[in-house]
């Protein structure tokens, strides 16, 4: 079983950037597809990004595709979700997620089909 920690997150002005990471600790981090997903208040949890175990492939939700970029380390086992111009409508929770199905298509952006979770990071994008 892995262990999800995220960090990064933060209060940030509209148009600013935050780079989240998440570290994993327990099982092979290597043999887990990755996801970034987020909630806000009020809100189902939402797919963000993903990436593939060897990081060649990844998948972005149409609302960030072009601000946000998934990418992970497996040397250090962290995933990162760099963001750049954020607006107030990023402001949410983001969730570290790991899925022990074998490819990126598998899971894409469907939270059921994710094992484990992060507690998740506050970010917050001010007006």
């Known amino acids: 079983q892995v262990l999800l920690v995220e960090s990064g997150g933060g209060l940030v002005q509209a148009g600013g950037s935050l780079r989240l990471s998440c570290a994993a600790s327990?099982?092979?981090?290597?043999?887990?597809?990755m996801g970034w997903f987020r909630q806000a208040p009020g809100k189902e949890r939402e797919f963000a990004a993903g990436i593939s175990r060897s990081g060649g492939s990844t998948e972005y939700a149409d609302s960030v595709k072009g601000r946000f970029t998934i990418s992970r380390d497996n040397a250090k086992n962290m995933v990162y979700l760099q963001m750049i111009s954020l607006n107030p409508e990023d402001t949410a929770v983001y969730y570290c997620?790991?899925?022990?199905?074998?490819?990126?298509?598998?899971?894409?952006?469907?939270?059921?089909?994710?094992?484990?979770w992060g507690q998740g990071t506050q970010v917050t994008v001010s007006s």
């Open positions: 997620a790991a899925t022990k199905r074998l490819y990126l298509y598998e899971a894409r952006s469907d939270p059921l089909r994710y094992d484990y």
């Open positions: 327990r099982g092979t981090f290597s043999s887990y597809v």
